[in-house]
């Protein structure tokens, strides 16, 4: 069972929605739990991280942890082209041994 | 790419050659890592390293070596390079301070062809 999964989409929101990225992980012992943005060709950059249950909100961003569920969600307001890129979530289990990826999904923004 | 450097860009090389590439901080971070990225697998960890001289392994350790012999540098080799290790390779590093203060950031990556 692959540790950290999202659907790899292309998932398509029309400009000015909400677009709802989900994850799932398997460690019940994870910690903490990140989203990143990568654009076509460059390096991922961290855009949310949280760690306690409920919803942490930052601008745009919203993301959302269910340890019960195992599940975290970013949600993009108002959604711009922009936004479009592939979004990562990761997961850290404990101490400074790196974080667990899953495969990204690719979001597109339909002006 | 706070402060994160890697080196080559991009290389092509042939099968067999060994092959290290380079990432190199200047935020004083104790703990920095390897990953390489690969279609259909998402980011993998190779190896990390969590002072000078401490490193570890990672998921996909086998076919390579890693050193740290100052803070600032962490050096990936492929002793061998095969064909099966063409990829794009991030360094990335972390002050890490405990599991709800852990923020990794990313160097921009290379991106290595073993023909």
């Known amino acids: 069972q692959k540790e950290v999964e999202q659907n790899s989409g292309p998932l398509s929101v029309p400009e000015g929605a909400i677009a709802s990225l989900n994850c799932t992980y398997s460690?019940?012992?994870?910690?903490?739990f990140f989203w990143y943005r990568q654009y076509s060709g460059k390096s991922p950059e961290l855009i949310m991280f949280i760690y306690s249950n409920g919803d942490k909100e930052d601008g745009r961003f919203t993301a959302q942890l269910n340890k019960a569920s195992q599940y975290v969600s970013l949600l993009i307001r108002d959604s711009q082209p922009s936004d479009s890129a592939t979004y990562l979530c990761a997961v850290l289990r404990g101490g400074a041994d790196g974080l667990t990826f899953g495969k990204g999904t690719h979001l597109i923004i339909q002006p | 790419d706070a402060g994160i450097t890697q080196s080559p860009r991009h290389k092509v090389t042939e099968t067999g050659t060994p092959v290290t590439l380079r990432c190199h901080q200047t935020?004083?971070?104790?703990?920095m890592y390897w990953y390489r990225q690969d279609p259909g697998h998402g980011l993998r960890l190779i190896h990390y390293?969590?002072?000078?001289?401490?490193?570890d392994k990672g998921e996909v350790s086998d076919g390579y070596s890693v050193s740290r012999s100052k803070t600032e540098d962490f050096l990936l080799t492929l002793e061998s390079a095969t064909s099966s290790q063409t990829s794009v390779y991030f360094c990335?590093?972390?002050?890490?301070?405990?599991?709800?203060?852990?923020?990794?950031?990313f160097g921009s990556g290379t991106q290595l062809s073993v023909l």
């Open positions: 390293s969590y002072g000078v001289k401490d490193t």
């Open positions: 990335a590093i972390s002050s890490y301070q405990g599991a709800t203060n852990e923020k990794l950031f």
């Open positions: 460690d019940r012992g994870s910690q903490s």
């Open positions: 935020e004083n971070h104790r703990y």
